[in-house]
């Protein structure tokens, strides 16, 4: 109740009607307690690290959420097929993380890459053609490849109606993104430090 409050206001203001993906889902946090607040809520949990990975699906688990929260082990960016994973922390829970294709020496936060994970890439929106279910709302947090998962989305977000993002404060690098969702329809209506909350005009 003390960290990221406006993460636990802004889930606490979804309906139960509504479609919630979990993008940087890290070990669940955020998607367990929105199952907890909204019974019955659509939710997507998306990981791509495999020790959190591991560690979301023993807390689903030990919630009895296993079968109200469904995960995938995907990097959502840009572009679909093989990517890596450029890890600067081996902690399980750690974050910071980057998905690249290319192999890179310092992750999009500026710490040094000490290892690195195969992953499956994709889109957002194939993932949603997919899927069948496009979210109504959406929390992206992926630590400085947030314009990737937006690029990858101009369909998904026509669905969206709120969204929590977190970006880098520095505002050169907020720019595009911003430019993306001003354009998408979206107007910011709140931004605690990093967490920005946008809502479809």
């Known amino acids: 109740n003390t960290k990221e409050i406006e993460t636990l206001d802004w889930i606490d203001s979804l309906h139960v009607t509504d479609t919630f993906f979990d993008i940087g889902a890290n070990v669940g946090q955020y998607s367990i307690y929105a199952a907890l607040r909204h019974s019955g809520m659509r939710i997507v949990a998306f990981e791509p690290e495999y020790a959190n990975l591991y ?19 995907v990097a959502l960016s840009n572009h679909n097929g093989l990517s890596q994973l450029h890890i600067q922390d081996l902690t399980p829970g750690a974050a910071l993380h980057t998905e690249s294709k290319d192999y890179i020496g310092m992750t999009k936060t500026g710490h040094p890459v000490i290892a690195v994970e195969g992953v499956a890439a994709m889109s957002l929106d194939n993932f949603c053609a997919d899927f069948g279910v496009p979210p109504t709302a959406l929390k992206i947090d992926v630590d400085g490849t947030e314009l990737k998962v937006l690029q990858g989305a101009p369909n998904t977000l026509k669905r969206v109606r709120t969204m929590l993002i977190e ?31 946008w809502q479809k005009v």
Do not use: T, Y
């Open 55 to 73: 560690l979301l699906w023993n807390n689903l688990i030990a919630n009895g959420l296993e079968h109200s929260i469904k995960v995938f082990s």
């Open 167 to 197: 970006m880098e404060v520095e505002r050169m690098k907020e720019l595009p993104c911003r430019g993306l969702l001003v354009g998408a329809s979206f107007k910011q209506v709140r931004c605690d430090g990093a967490n920005q909350i």
